[in-house]
């Protein structure tokens, strides 16, 4: 199956501080990526769909002044944990698809961020 | 969205063959079936997708009744390794309609 990758996998920041968070198709281009978070012993929930070139669209709930997300190209999401603080700390995982009815969503292996 | 449910833990042993039903009531026209791994602290893995009928790959089947209001995985002869949760999601899958909502999942635990 295709390679979705993030970097860095796991972020240990300061209160206050921004965090950067990457996630590439490697082998396919992604229309669309998705932006997930995972508490422990919990599902995943959607943060965002991100679409390339345009903003991307919040779930419910999700702040996005908080949680910025930039989609510039084909293979590349970016997603920033602006002034992180102790209960952002959590499990960020990232989807990518293409736009083909049916295609599979593939998702990366997932960043570990630890705000003290 | 249509919403899954799916049994919240389930029990195996080595050797045996596993079946997990996932009910979508609500699946609409244009959605697909698909089915996800996920060890602890990693991203999850794609394991089969369909639409109808029955989906057979290297590591397992999907069986979807014609009514599509639910889903079976099956995983033959599990192992000590594939103890990890198993998300059932309905969609499309693809594109900015894609999205995917996860449920619980099953947490299958295979004993020795």
């Known amino acids: 199956g295709a390679v979705v990758s993030q970097h860095p996998s796991r972020v240990i920041c300061k209160s206050g501080t921004s965090v950067k968070i990457e996630c590439r198709s490697l082998?396919?281009?992604?229309?669309?990526m998705f932006w997930y978070r995972q508490f422990p012993k919990q599902s995943l929930m959607l943060m965002a769909t991100s679409n390339e070139g345009s903003k991307a669209t919040y779930e419910q709930g999700v702040e996005k002044d908080k949680f910025l997300i930039n989609h510039a190209s084909l293979t590349l999401s970016t997603l920033t944990v602006t002034s992180a603080h102790p209960e952002d700390s959590s499990f960020y995982i990232c989807?990518?698809?293409?736009?083909?009815?049916?295609?599979?969503?593939?998702f990366g292996p997932g960043t570990r961020l630890l705000v003290l | 969205l249509a919403k899954t449910t799916q049994p919240v833990s389930m029990d195996s042993y080595e050797g045996q063959e596993v079946n997990i039903t996932c009910s979508h009531n609500?699946?609409?026209?244009?959605?697909?079936i698909t089915w996800y791994q996920q060890f602890p602290s990693q991203g999850p893995r794609f394991i089969i997708q369909?639409?109808?009928t029955k989906v057979t790959n290297e590591v397992a089947s999907l069986f979807i009744p014609a009514d599509r209001k639910s889903s079976t995985l099956s995983l033959p002869r599990v192992s000590l390794s594939d103890t990890a949760v198993y998300y059932c999601l309905v969609g499309r899958g693809s594109g900015n309609t894609g999205k995917l909502i996860f449920g619980q999942g099953t947490t299958l635990q295979v004993k020795p």
């Open positions: 989807s990518a698809t293409g736009r083909t009815p049916g295609e599979t969503q593939y």
């Open positions: 082998d396919f281009q992604a229309t669309t």
């Open positions: 369909g639409y109808k």
């Open positions: 609500n699946i609409a026209t244009n959605d697909y």
